[in-house]
């Protein structure tokens, strides 16, 4: 089977954010979509701290110690870019005013549900900063996460096991083997990578997946 | 004569009281008032509420309240980072009670406070273990969570500049809960690197309007060998 890198499952996603978009990208994977959005394509990216227009790690001698994205990582402003306090960033989450969240995920729900915050472990104790938030308010959630976990248990779930972030909030699942999309009737695969067939995906999938809409039917 | 204007770290938190509830700006090490902090640990006023979004790392800041036992509850969105190792440490003993909130809530229900609101009905962490044993309501067809005011008896946060008057504004991102934690507290105490008089700061650049703020304590040289 055809299982696309870390950085060409980031490339991926980077397709899909069009110009003038604005975007919060989670911490971890999500942060190298950045990376790769194509220079014809201008788009601004939001940290939740409080910054609209973030822009690359600042040389090690032009560092502010104050600018720093969510994942805690100096940042840079680009032209055009603003400041604001954390009250009025997630005003901008909650209030719809991002076009797009790329988040990480533990385990998806084939009605959405997201759940990427705490595990069912005892040991750790719980974090989670601004993913609920996150989840609820952007217009179109992505999720962007490898299809099976370490011990190659399915991460798409007909419901999650883990606690959720939130319910029915995400619109698309890229992967490292196909591109899915949750929708009213269930989950649709968009896309599936190189010979990838929908049968091999379903058999690494905990949840039912339809057909693509475009492949051709059997006449 | 208004000048808020303190002359040392120490007298600026010289009546902070056991059990207080205070709320600490910063996002990280981003807009924190480490000063402050370390004038509160040495001030020693024990049975602490802490509100931050964060617990602090290794020996710096929030971390060193715990590591000092000072405090008996935190409320943060984000305690568990790298190093945050006296957060993990108390929690795990059961030495520390948390109150976790998502980040938005958190800014919110400060917010909240601040407006002179009972609380506000938010999606975030509706159908969640965060909403459990909270009020819910439908809205137009959405589900929302009710959570309360979150008030401080003190707020310790960290601004770019003063005026004696008490006018803020901040430096890049370091602004994140500074502004809304000035507005929720009984007694607010602003770290800045710079005074000026008032009339000094443009109007139309003030982010934090000086009403809010009670006392501004300008940074003191320190070696930097913190902790």
Not at chain 1, 205 to 212: S, Y
Not at chain 2, 82 to 93: I, M, P, Q
Not at chain 2, 123 to 149: F, H
Request: with cysteine.
């Amino acid at each position: 089977m055809m299982r696309l890198s870390n950085e060409d499952m980031a490339r991926r996603v980077a397709q899909d954010i069009p110009d003038g978009a604005y975007v919060n990208l989670g911490i971890g994977m999500p942060t190298q979509v950045a990376n790769f959005v194509s220079a014809d394509r201008q788009v601004i990216y939001h940290s939740e701290n409080g910054i609209l227009g973030v822009g690359p790690a600042p040389e090690p001698d032009k560092i502010d110690p104050d600018l720093i994205n969510a994942g805690k990582q100096y940042v840079t402003l680009i032209p055009g870019g603003c400041y604001f306090d954390n009250s009025e960033s997630f005003a901008m989450m909650r209030g719809g005013h991002l076009d797009i969240a790329v988040l990480g995920a533990f385990q998806v729900s084939a009605t959405g549900d997201l759940a990427n915050w705490a595990t069912l472990s005892q040991t750790l104790p719980p974090a989670v900063g601004g993913a609920m938030d996150l989840a609820v308010g952007a217009r179109q959630l992505f999720v962007l996460m490898r299809h099976n976990a370490k011990d190659n248990a399915p991460k798409i779930l007909e419901k999650c096991v883990y606690p959720l972030t939130g319910a029915g909030v995400v619109k698309r699942i890229y992967t490292d083997l196909a591109v899915i999309d949750v929708t009213d009737e269930g989950l649709r695969v968009r896309e599936l990578y190189g010979d990838n067939t929908l049968e091999e995906v379903q058999a690494l999938t905990g949840a039912k997946l339809l057909p693509p809409l475009q492949e051709p039917s059997a006449h | 004569m208004i000048n808020k204007v303190c002359d040392s770290l120490k007298s600026a938190v010289a009546d902070v009281h056991d059990g207080a509830v205070v709320m600490i700006g910063g996002f990280g090490n981003s807009g924190i008032p480490l000063q402050l902090i370390e004038a509160l640990r040495q001030h020693g006023a024990r049975d602490l509420t802490i509100i931050s979004n964060n617990s602090g790392v290794r020996e710096e800041g929030i971390a060193s309240l715990l590591r000092d036992g000072l405090v008996r509850k935190i409320v943060c969105s984000f305690p568990r980072s790298a190093g945050s190792v006296w957060f993990e440490r108390l929690y795990e003993k059961g030495e520390l009670e948390l109150e976790l909130v998502p980040q938005g809530t958190l800014s919110e229900r400060i917010r909240a406070a601040g407006a002179g609101l009972g609380g506000v009905y938010t999606p975030t962490a509706y159908g969640t273990l965060l909403a459990e044993g909270k009020d819910t309501r439908i809205i137009d067809g959405k589900g929302y969570v009710l959570e309360t005011a979150l008030h401080a008896d003190f707020a310790f946060i960290k601004a770019l500049t003063a005026d004696t008057w008490g006018n803020l504004i901040y430096n890049t991102a370091g602004r994140n809960f500074n502004p809304v934690m000035a507005s929720a507290a009984r007694i607010t105490v602003a770290e800045v690197a710079s005074i000026v008089e008032a009339g000094g700061l443009n109007p139309e650049h003030v982010v934090t309007p000086g009403i809010f703020v009670n006392r501004v304590v300008a940074q003191e040289e320190q070696q930097h060998d913190a902790a």
